[in-house]
């Protein structure tokens, strides 16, 4: 059967997927979780569930590509901002089914990009993680606080418009003040943070990944801000840690 991923892709298979190479962090963990034993491989970034035992290929933006050819996998899963289009493109080259899940900008449309994953290329039925989170996460309570959410530094690099994590605060009371920018990904200098931070922004947002922001690294740049420290797990990975995340970080806020 040839179903389509996300960026209109055929994606070639000629059953449920069995034997997979995942290289993204959330997706191995959504597949793990609703398909146990399933996986073949994943990413040294691939944290989650913290029991799985499988053979790790690389990184997400530099996979080891014969390793995973190696692997033998009936099918890879990749997402088109964490993975580069040349590693894609190889991997369909050598005959491997390649599905690309799109950079989600809300939750909604993420949750349904992984039932699309899990119910066509694995033919599973809709997890009961899924449909808990899509419940958890339907409702975008009213603003409570405007904020800066930095993920790396060195240089500064801040969540702009149309993003996951974006999204995720929002749904939780918290406005983006880069919501409105002309890129996804920001790079302001540290005096304008501190700007927003004096003029429109009340809170400052630190995940611990892909920057591992702690209480003596981040803060210390804007000592006159509110600032809270969250799981950048439950900011930026869509997936099953999504029904925690809405009890984790509405907690985080009112800290």
């Given at each position: 059967m040839t179903i389509v991923d996300d960026l209109g892709e055929p994606v070639p298979l000629e059953g449920p997927a069995s034997r997979v190479v995942s290289?993204?962090?959330?997706?191995?963990?959504?597949?793990?979780?609703?398909?146990?034993?399933?996986?073949?491989?994943?990413?040294?970034?691939?944290?989650?569930?913290?029991?799985?035992?499988?053979?790790?290929?690389g990184g997400s933006k530099y996979p080891k590509l014969d390793q995973v050819l190696d692997l033998a996998p009936d099918l890879v899963l990749a997402n088109s901002e964490e993975n580069r289009p040349e590693d894609v493109e190889r991997l369909r080259a050598n005959g491997i089914p390649v599905w690309v899940m799109a950079a989600s900008a809300s939750v909604p449309a993420a949750l349904g990009s992984l039932r699309r994953i899990l119910t066509q290329a694995f033919e599973l039925d809709e997890p009961d993680w899924l449909v808990a989170a899509e419940e958890l996460w339907r409702e975008t309570r009213p603003v409570r606080f405007h904020a800066v959410v930095p993920v790396w530094r060195k240089p500064w690099i801040v969540l702009g418009r149309d993003t996951f994590g974006g999204d995720v605060l929002r749904r939780v009371g918290v406005a983006n003040v880069y919501a409105g920018s002309e890129e996804r990904y920001p790079r302001p200098n540290v005096e304008e943070l501190r700007a927003h931070l004096r003029a429109d922004a009340d809170l400052l947002v630190l995940p611990d990944e892909p920057y591992l922001f702690t209480a003596e690294d981040g803060p210390d740049h804007f000592p006159d801000a509110r600032y809270v420290l969250v799981s950048g797990r439950y900011l930026t990975w869509y997936g099953p840690s999504l029904v925690e995340a809405h009890a984790a970080l509405t907690a985080a806020l009112e800290s």
């Open positions: 290289l993204v962090p959330s997706l191995t963990e959504a597949v793990e979780v609703s398909a146990p034993g399933r996986l073949a491989g994943a990413t040294d970034y691939c944290t989650h569930p913290s029991t799985l035992d499988v053979p790790r290929v």
